[in-house]
T-cell receptor, first 110, second 119 residues
Framework: QQQVKQSPQSLIVQKGGISIINCAYE??????FPWYQQFPGKGPALLIA?????SEKKEGRFTISFNKSAKQFSLHIMDSQPGDSATYFC?????????FGTGTSLTVIP | GAGVSQSPRYKVAKRGQDVALRCDPI?????LFWYQQALGQGPEFLTY????????KSGLPSDRFFAERPEGSVSTLKIQRTQQEDSAVYLC?????????????????FGPGTRLTVL
């Protein structure tokens, strides 16, 4: 059973556009929601993370929106750049175990 | 500074062979995690160490999988009698905190992974 459901599976965005990736979960024990970026041949790297006591966190061009009542959170990439082309994973953490989404392959077209 | 390193980066094994995958975490990191990442999928949890203690091995898919971290630093994931379904990237991650400490961020730092192909 997939603990964290992620969509879309793939996304193509024009340079300068907004990329939006969505995740949903059921387990209310999750208390930490990171987003990881992974380039081919590399391990995932933390991009941005949020705790459920806030509804939004922004770091540069990256924003997490968190809806606790709906058990959903999303990643917004503003002014998307070709260098953002990668696979993005959302995750949820109970404190001792990460559950990852299935990933979104983002392609930003110049 | 040095990040998490893993070796070998690539491993090809014949079905039935035993393999050992090594992880060198960031120095001083308390927590160490192993994940299995199938092609086109997200990482799936295998096991967790806090220092030398293996506190959670609920994700290990079978008794052919064994992990150790005898001195609380380097860890080895061993797979016995490999099967084709074991083909995946095996990721190691470390964290400065104990997993249950609930610090400000439970960030995990990932290594580049070992791609295992079982023929």
């Amino acid at each position: 059973q997939q603990q964290v459901k992620q969509s879309p599976q793939s996304l193509i965005v024009q340079k300068g556009g907004i990329s939006i990736i969505n995740c949903a979960y059921e387990n209310t024990a999750f208390d930490y929601f990171p987003w990881y970026q992974q380039f081919p041949g590399k391990g995932p790297a933390l991009l941005i993370a949020i705790r459920p006591d806030v509804s939004e966190k922004k770091e540069g061009r990256f924003t997490i929106s968190f809806n606790k009542s709906a058990k959903q959170f999303s990643l917004h990439i503003m002014d998307s750049q070709p260098g953002d082309s990668a696979t993005y994973f959302c995750a949820a953490d109970t404190g001792n175990q990460f559950y990852f989404g299935t990933g979104t392959s983002l392609t930003v077209i110049p | 500074g040095a990040g998490v390193s893993q070796s070998p980066r690539y491993k090809v094994a014949k079905r039935g062979q035993d393999v050992a995958l090594r992880c060198d975490p960031i120095s001083g990191h308390v927590s160490l995690f192993w994940y299995q990442q199938a092609l086109g999928q997200g990482p799936e949890f295998l096991t967790y160490f806090q220092n030398e203690a293996q506190l959670d091995k609920s994700g290990l898919p079978s008794d052919r999988f064994f992990a150790e971290r005898p001195e609380g630093s380097v860890s080895t994931l061993k797979i016995q009698r490999t099967q084709q379904e074991d083909s995946a990237v095996y990721l190691c991650a470390s964290s400065p905190q104990a997993a249950t400490s609930g610090g400000p961020y439970n960030e995990q730092f990932f290594g580049p992974g070992t791609r295992l192909t079982v023929l």
